[in-house]
């Protein structure tokens, strides 16, 4: 098994639509509704027809109640364009007046790996990094080695 991803030294240096997606996801973050952690995480989804969709983290009182970004973005795609195959998700933390790292946590790769099972194609994620530095990792198994199958 291959750990397929690059990095790029600075949002300047994607291509043109990967950047409009990071950026989607940088102006998601101030959609956050983070009281608790104050960590503020964007998130864009891109669909196949071009149409972005936004998603922030939604926390909660009773914490396990509260959504990651990945998730709403992901589950609001989906819910309002259930025929559109989801092709890329870029995410990105937001702290302290700063954006800074965020990378998916397991529940939301293992939500990711259900839309790649959904549409056959594999999902590009962008991962903003500390210093600026941008991830791209191609395809879901590069984040979930090993991850859950089943003839179900
Ligand atoms: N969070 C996300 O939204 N996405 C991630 O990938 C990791 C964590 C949120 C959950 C919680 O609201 C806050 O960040 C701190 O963990």
Redesign the pocket.
């Known amino acids: 098994m291959i750990i397929d991803y690059v990095e790029y030294g600075s949002l300047a240096e994607l291509p043109d639509d990967a950047r409009r997606l990071m950026e989607c996801a940088m102006e998601s973050a101030h959609k956050a509704y983070?009281p608790y952690?104050k960590?503020h995480?964007g998130a864009a989804v891109l669909l196949a027809d071009g149409t972005m969709v936004q998603g922030s983290?939604q926390?909660n009182i009773a914490y396990p109640s509260?959504l990651?970004?990945?998730r709403t973005a992901l589950f609001s795609a989906s819910a309002q364009h259930p025929e559109q195959a989801v092709v890329a998700l870029a995410?990105v933390g937001h702290f302290e007046g700063e954006y800074t790292e965020?990378?998916?946590?397991g529940a939301?790769r293992q939500v990711m790996a259900e839309y790649e099972l959904r549409y056959g194609n594999k999902l590009t994620v962008y991962c903003y990094l500390k210093g600026g530095r941008i991830r791209r990792i191609e395809g879901v198994e590069s984040l979930l080695p090993f991850g859950f199958d089943a003839d179900l």
């Open positions: 983070a952690s960590f995480v983290n926390e509260g990651c970004a990945e995410v965020a990378l998916p946590c939301c």
